[in-house]
T-cell receptor, first 111, second 112 residues
């Protein structure tokens, strides 16, 4: 099975940097996803990490450490529109390969 | 491309009623999934399909049925609605086995 933990809620200031952590316990996985979900909307894909290290995409970066069972999503130059839930998900290495999601972190960006 | 579409957007049912939530995708994706999302619970997998004619159960399948007669369509049937099935239902599809998922806009279901 897979167990994924994320903080429930975080707050940050416009223009700042915030790091959203995701820790997990699993018997094996292909990779780790991050999705963004605005209130009342569907999740949308942000990133996918297979190898250890940092993947950068504009203002968003995602990091994975398999040995530590840990990932984080880094958001730079925060904007009000970044207020959303951020979902961490693992793609299992066997069976269905359908991702298992954490409960999500609600990020509130203040002016 | 319309991507992943879901109907209806909102639905209210009485306990014991049955209904089908529709999901369709026009991206020729092999993999399709149904999730439910409840406050504080994240997305939980109900059923999934790895191709036409092939379906399997996810984490919370009880009370739901699915079928996949075509690549495009993946309907979710509630057999006898219960208040515990009040939730937001998302359908998703992906091309590759470990590829990113594309989600539909969701169906908000209330069972009274």
């Amino acid at each position: 099975g897979q167990n994924i933990d994320q903080p429930t809620e975080m707050t940050a200031t416009e223009g700042a940097i915030v790091q959203i952590n995701c820790t997990y316990q699993t018997s094996g996985f292909n990779g780790l996803f991050w999705y963004q979900q605005h209130a009342g909307e569907a999740p949308t894909f942000l990133s996918y990490n297979v190898l250890d290290g940092l993947e950068e995409k504009g203002r968003f970066s995602s990091f994975l450490s398999r040995s530590k069972g840990y990932s984080y999503l880094l958001l730079k130059e925060l904007q009000m529109k970044d207020s959303a839930s951020y979902l961490c998900a693992l793609s299992p290495s066997g069976g269905s390969y359908i991702p298992t999601f954490g409960r999500g972190t609600s990020l509130i960006v203040h002016p | 491309n319309a991507g992943v579409t879901q109907t209806p957007k909102f639905q209210v049912l009485k306990t014991g009623q049955s209904m089908t939530l529709q999901c369709a995708q026009d991206m020729n994706h092999e993999y399709m999934s149904w999730y439910r999302q409840d406050p504080g619970m994240g997305l939980r997998l109900i059923h999934y399909s790895v191709g036409a004619g092939i379906t399997d159960q996810g984490e919370v399948p009880n009370g739901y049925n699915v079928s996949r007669s075509t690549t495009e369509d993946f309907p979710l049937r509630l057999l006898s609605a219960a208040p515990s099935q009040t939730s937001v239902y998302f359908c998703a599809s992906n091309q590759d086995r470990v590829g990113e998922q594309y989600f539909g806009p969701g169906t908000r279901l209330t069972v009274t």
